[in-house]
């Protein structure tokens, strides 16, 4: 009964998440998710360039797309609905990957209390990202894993995890080493009836959906290994140092709880003996660390399957601190590490750059409102970086919209540059290139954009209107800004109204006082 109530509330924080975090965090959250099952389910939609060349699997998207059909089959299909409904299966299944972890810590309370905390795994846990999947199966490997004794469940989860991301088997080679040395089976027979078995029937199962999917044999993990690792298309999104994941990437993920993860190490390295789980999970931290670093392209994302190791180590450490510690330093610990996990979750969750989850249902009702016009239908262009809001999946109207693309040099060309930076090189002239002038009706009905460009784009903007302006982040990047703007085009009745309006401004400037006010007169 008590493991009931402990699953209820680690499933009510996942599911209070799906509602509080309503900010934007990364594209692929929709563009590599919600976006394919969108087009798989009903036929539109748009496919990145990672779809076209079959370097994802089909696998996760299929799932969502299994929503969306039985949605669709009860006429339930509203874009909030289809919005939801996703992350509430993920917030469902990182509940249950949380409940193992306590299980499988011996459930220990500080192991309770640290997964229900952190920041990072509050404003991802129920996003519909790859990673967050990939933690969580990863989680759940490790809860099934043969520290004790003999088993091979964990294989399942764990192939699975390596299927979809490759970059996982990373975190298992060490482990798989660990298990090879440690059984009292045969590491032939082990490795022939339950690698070798498992590893291939994950891989044919995942094989045979991705064929059908894409059209032709394909491996989606050689691809993603080959376009990733060997050709280094990452880099062409940014790089980091080497050392980035060592000093930025895991500190940050981590937050607060660094502190206790180092003291973690501390003692798994004095204790190592007392302490064999942790110091095999540090082997495997360690490991990853070391080969994510040697790729450029470094994300915070990336280590988020590593969390759930490091929290291990957290919990154990604390665990055995407990025994020796005073009522005030317990309560002082726990204080602590709550409010530094609930402050930057709070604020990423609910203000940092919240303004395209604002932005998509504002859309959704234009493409609403404008369904049913013959002479006036919604083309929406986006005049911002590449994939900065979701798209069809969040709109859910067969309507037409546009944005600037931003596919990396996959031909090799010389000087390439994509199109979103030979857009922000020159906006006007891009503008005068792409967008038609006449007829008026036939340039954009809407245009968004951050309210950063717009002084830049004053003159393509004189047949528009300020429609909305919805605050996005305190910060401004270089091609970004802290509102995103939403232009409507004029319609008949209104251009000559506001052209009128113009040339009277022009025409009859305001009169200015014949004699300077004195000062007494401007404050009286």
């Not at 299980?103 to 990673?131: C, D, E, Q």
Request: one cysteine or more.
């Amino acid at each position: 009964m008590r493991l009931l109530y402990v699953f209820a509330l680690i499933l009510a924080v996942r599911i209070a998440s799906v509602f509080v975090v309503q900010t934007y965090y990364v594209p692929d959250e929709y563009w590599q998710s919600l976006e394919v099952a969108h087009k798989l389910t009903f036929g539109y939609g748009y496919l990145t360039w990672e779809w076209v060349q079959g370097i994802r699997s089909y696998v996760y998207p299929l799932i969502i797309a299994g929503i969306y059909k039985l949605l669709a089959l009860l006429q339930l299909d509203s874009a909030q609905l289809l919005v939801l409904l996703p992350r509430l299966l993920q917030a469902t299944l990182t509940a249950y990957s949380d409940y193992r972890f306590y299980v499988w810590t011996g459930k220990r309370k500080w192991a309770l209390f640290l997964i229900l905390v952190p920041w990072f795994w509050f404003y991802t846990g129920s996003r519909t990202l790859a990673n967050t999947l990939e933690a969580s199966l990863t989680t759940i490997a490790l809860s099934y894993f043969p520290w004790i004794g003999e088993g091979s469940a964990y294989l399942w989860p764990a192939a699975i995890c390596c299927f979809l991301r490759p970059t996982a088997a990373v975190i298992w080679v060490p482990l798989v080493i660990y298990h090879l040395r440690k059984t009292r089976q045969p590491p032939l027979k082990l490795i022939l009836k339950h690698f070798v078995l498992i590893g291939a029937f994950v891989a044919g199962v995942g094989i045979a959906i991705d064929t059908y999917w894409h059209g032709q044999l394909i491996v989606t993990p050689w691809e993603f290994l080959k376009y990733n690792i060997l050709h280094n298309i990452g880099s062409f999104y940014g790089s980091h140092p080497w050392y980035w994941y060592f000093t930025v990437g895991l500190p940050t993920v981590l937050g607060i709880n660094t502190l206790p993860f180092i003291y973690g190490i501390m003692e798994t390295v004095r204790k190592g003996d007392r302490q064999p789980v942790s110091k095999q999970l540090l082997i495997s931290i360690l490991v990853t660390l070391v080969v994510l670093s040697t790729v450029e392209h470094k994300e915070f994302r990336f280590v988020t399957s590593l969390l759930p190791l490091c929290l291990y180590v957290c919990a154990e450490s604390l665990s055995r601190w407990s025994y020796r510690a005073s009522r005030t330093q317990l309560w002082a610990a726990a204080l602590v590490i709550l409010l530094g996990n609930v402050v930057p979750a709070w604020y990423l969750s609910t203000v940092h750059q919240k303004g395209p989850i604002e932005l998509m249902p504002k859309l959704q009702e234009i493409a609403r409102d404008y369904r049913d016009e013959r002479e006036q239908r919604a083309n929406i262009l986006f005049l911002m970086p590449c994939h900065s809001t979701p798209y069809y999946s969040h709109i859910h109207e067969n309507v037409t919209m546009r944005f600037l693309t931003c596919n990396p040099n996959l031909e090799q060309q010389e000087n390439f540059i994509d199109e979103a930076d030979r857009f922000f090189e020159a906006p006007m002239h891009w503008l005068r290139s792409h967008i038609p002038v006449h007829p008026i009706t036939a340039q954009p009905s809407h245009v968004v954009l951050f309210d950063s460009l717009e002084k830049k784009i004053t003159d393509f903007l004189i047949n528009y209107k300020l429609l909305y302006s919805i605050e996005h982040a305190e910060h401004v990047q270089p091609r970004t800004g802290k509102s995103i703007l939403v232009y409507q085009r004029l319609k008949k009745g209104e251009e000559n109204a506001f052209n009128r309006q113009q040339d009277a401004d022009q025409a009859d400037p305001p009169e200015l006082p014949a004699e300077p006010q004195s000062s007494e007169n401007l404050f009286n």
